[in-house]
């Protein structure tokens, strides 16, 4: 059973820049699609960037020029790199893979404040 681990999550002042990595204990990032969603408190999950399997991105508005999704095939890690974070950026971040079953990380806490 292949499994996801997010890490990098923490404490950010406003402005500031964190990045979370998902790592797999199988070799999925080359075969598969995968995403990173957050959640924020009494809000539903969203997905904030998506890279292919062959590295194409997409980003949803609020995160474009902030945000950036990245993979490293060879150590079955996948990243997101966040700049100028703002307090709305706040939430428990996911990643997850689009293959045959759903498969999900047990999430990461951003925290955005002064």
């Known amino acids: 059973q292949v499994q996801l681990v997010e890490s990098g999550g923490g404490l950010v002042q406003p402005g500031g820049s964190l990045r979370l990595s998902c790592a797999s204990s199988?070799?999925?990032?080359?075969?598969?699609?995968m995403g990173w969603y957050r959640q924020a408190p009494g809000n539903q999950r969203e997905l904030v960037a998506v890279?292919?399997?062959?590295?194409?991105?997409n980003y949803r508005d609020s995160v474009k020029g902030r945000f950036t999704i990245s993979k490293d095939n060879a150590k079955n890690t996948a990243y997101l790199q966040m700049n100028s974070l703002k307090p709305e950026d706040t939430a428990v971040y996911y990643c997850?893979?689009?293959?045959?079953?759903?498969?999900w990380g047990q999430g990461t806490q951003v925290t955005v404040s002064s």
């Open positions: 199988g070799r999925i990032f080359s075969l598969y699609a």
């Open positions: 997850k893979v689009f293959g045959p079953q759903e498969l």
């Open positions: 890279i292919s399997s062959g590295g194409s991105t």
